[in-house]
C-alpha cells in the first residue's frame, strides 16, 4: 500500500511542478518494492510476511507448554534473533488476568519481557500475545494468574501462513510480469490453495475450528486482487475472478433476499 500511495503522490506533485518532490517520492516507492520483493518465496510462489526488526520469516513451533500457573524451564537458543508467541487456552466464561514472564538472551544482553491482560488479543476461549523484544535464547516462562485447567504454550511466531493479504503486492503492481504471472497460475487460481469456486477466501485452511472464519470471501480484498489483475494485462482471470464472486452475490441474494458481509468460498 506504501508503495502505491508514495507513486500516486509522485503523479500528484508533478502535477503541481514539484519534480525534486517527484522524484523524491519515486525513491520512496522503489525502496518499498524492493523490501515486498525480498519477502518473495519462489517455492509457494506468493509473497511472505517477515518480522519488522529481525527481517526473517521463521516458521512457527511449539517450544514449550503447561497446564495452569508456575514456572516452566524451557531452555532454548535460536540461529537469529527471534519473536516469540504465547498463547493460553482457558476453560470457562470467567475473565483471565495472566502475567507472564519471559526471561532469556538478547544478542549482546540479557532480557526480561513481562506480558500482561492488556497484551494478549482475546477470542473464543483464547488469548494470543507476541513479545515486543526479539529472544537469542530463552531460559525459563513464569505464569500467573491461570487456573489450574487452563493450558499456557509459548512458540516461535510463524511467518509462513498465507492469507488474502499477500496477494496485494499484485494490486500494487510490485512483481515482474513474470512473477505476477507465476502468481497468479500457482496460487491464486490453485484449487489446493486459494481458488475457491466463490472468490478467494481469507486463507487456505485444512482445520475445521478455523474454517469459517478462513474460508470466508471479503469482496473488498477481492476487488483489490481484480484490479491488479486488469493492471497486468490478466482481463481472462480477472473476469474469472468477477464470475465466482458474482455467482455466490446472486446465488444467496436469490436464496435468502440479502447482501452478506463475506460469502463462504
Known amino acids: 500500500m506504501l508503495c502505491r500511495d508514495f507513486r500516486a503522490l509522485a503523479r500528484i506533485a508533478s502535477d503541481l511542478d514539484m519534480p525534486e518532490i517527484a522524484e523524491d517520492l519515486l525513491t520512496l516507492s522503489a525502496n518499498q518494492r524492493g523490501q515486498v520483493e525480498d519477502c518473495w ?35 532454548r ?11 493460553i487456552h482457558f476453560k470457562g466464561d470467567a475473565p483471565r488476568h495472566p502475567e507472564v514472564t519471559i526471561r532469556g538472551q538478547l544478542p549482546n544482553a540479557g532480557q526480561v519481557e513481562r506480558l500482561e491482560r ?14 515486543r523484544g526479539l529472544f537469542t535464547s530463552i531460559t525459563s516462562l513464569q505464569v500467573a494468574g491461570l487456573e489450574k485447567r487452563d493450558k499456557v504454550s509459548l512458540h ?23 512473477r505476477a504471472r507465476t502468481l497468479v497460475s500457482r496460487t491464486l487460481f490453485a484449487a489446493d490453495r486459494f481458488g475457491r469456486p466463490f472468490g ?4 487456505p ?3 475445521p475450528e478455523s474454517a469459517s472464519v478462513c474460508e470466508a470471501v471479503h469482496l473488498p480484498w477481492n476487488a483489490l486482487i481484480g484490479e491488479g489483475l486488469l493492471a497486468y494485462g490478466f482481463r481472462e482471470e480477472a473476469a474469472q475472478l468477477t464470475a465466482r464472486l458474482m455467482a455466490a452475490v446472486i446465488g444467496n441474494l436469490k436464496k435468502q433476499r440479502a447482501f452478506y458481509r463475506s460469502y463462504h468460498a
Open 200 to 203: 478467494v477466501p481469507c486463507a
Open 205 to 207: 485452511s485444512a482445520d
Open 156 to 178: 516461535v511466531m510463524d511467518f509462513t501462513g498465507e492469507d488474502v493479504g499477500l496477494f496485494l503486492p499484485l494490486w500494487a503492481e510490485i512483481p515482474t510480469v513474470h
Open 77 to 87: 537458543s535460536f540461529n537469529h534473533p527471534t519473536r516469540l508467541l504465547v498463547q
Open 118 to 131: 492488556k497484551d494478549f488479543q482475546w477470542n473464543a476461549g483464547r488469548g494470543a500475545a507476541t513479545t
Open 41 to 75: 518465496d519462489s517455492s509457494a510462489a506468493l509473497h511472505h510476511l517477515r518480522d519488522r526488526d529481525s527481517h526473517h520469516s521463521p516458521a512457527g513451533k511449539l517450544l514449550a507448554d503447561q497446564n495452569g500457573s508456575g514456572t516452566l524451564f524451557v531452555l
